[in-house]
């Protein structure tokens, strides 16, 4: 092959980088933070005691730092299903062993208040990209060690938070119930959601959770709360929310790594 290709079918950058984080194995933490905004990658940074952006491609940033002695990565994975598998794919090659949801998200559930913390203990699965790795009964569950460590976590530092089922979709507008075209297939999609006691709306998880247990790595999701559905609230300044999540996982990383998880 010459010098001006790769081979297509697992292709890698100067030899050793994955093609689209643009990371080579050693660069990734055991246990990496999956934001969906590039921007939330430099702003946990500032929560670490040593941190590094290794890289920058598309929707998809990459840090590794140190938070109290614990290496941690963080790496974007933009919105939704696709982009989503892609950084899962690339990060379990690279020899992650946990990924870590942490987001923004709907509540659709009286009673959950936006800033609140959300723990999914699994998703269901309507975001479309894990139809290609399990059938469709196959469940989209968080690792139960995942989630004992993001209760422990909430718990320490006195955070409100929820447990329970959340909905990924393939859809922020339509997918999540909001009307922007004369005919929505979705249009009772929360309805529907809640009266499952489906908790919360989002549009990753799923893909993470799925693709992690197929592949035998840790999963787990910790949201906060942005919007509620049932309310019609939406919370314009979330950084100080989001930061507070940020917190609360990377404690959480610190707990499973004590115990020896992972």
């Known amino acids: 092959m010459s010098n001006r290709f790769i081979q297509a079918d697992f292709p890698l950058y100067e030899g050793t980088k ?31 005691d040593s941190y590094q952006i290794l890289s920058s491609n598309r929707e998809f940033k990459v840090g ?33 062993k946990c990924l870590l949801r942490i987001g923004g998200t709907a509540a659709i559930q009286e009673g959950i208040d936006c800033g609140d913390i959300i723990i999914n203990t699994g998703s269901v699965r309507l975001g479309g990209s894990t139809s290609h790795y399990a059938r469709p009964e196959y469940p989209a569950v968080a690792n ?40 929505n297939y979705s249009a009772n999609i929360i309805d529907e959601m ?10 990753e998880s799923e893909t993470i959770l799925t693709i992690s247990s197929v592949l035998g790595a840790y999963a787990g999701t910790l949201l906060v ?38």
């Open 194 to 203: 809640k009266a499952l006691g489906v908790i919360n709306l989002e549009m």
């Open 18 to 48: 994955v093609p689209h984080l643009r990371i080579a194995e050693g660069d990734v933490a055991p246990c990496v933070l999956l934001p969906g905004d590039p921007g939330r990658v430099d702003l946990i940074g500032d929560l670490f």
């Open 225 to 262: 709360v942005h919007a509620n559905r049932v309310t019609n609230q939406w919370l314009v300044d979330y950084e100080e929310s989001q930061l507070k999540m940020c917190k609360t996982a990377l404690l959480a990383v610190e707990i499973l790594t004590k115990k020896g998880v992972f």
């Open 64 to 96: 590794t730092g140190d938070y109290h002695g614990t290496p941690v990565s963080v790496c974007s994975t933009g919105i939704g299903g696709p982009s989503t598998e892609i950084a899962v794919l690339e990060l379990l090659r690279l020899k992650a």
């Open 144 to 183: 139960h060690y995942v989630v004992q460590a993001l209760i422990e976590a909430c718990e320490r530092l006195g955070h409100r938070y929820h447990l329970g089922i959340g909905a990924t979709t393939s859809s922020f507008y339509h997918g999540q119930g909001r009307n922007v075209s004369p005919m």
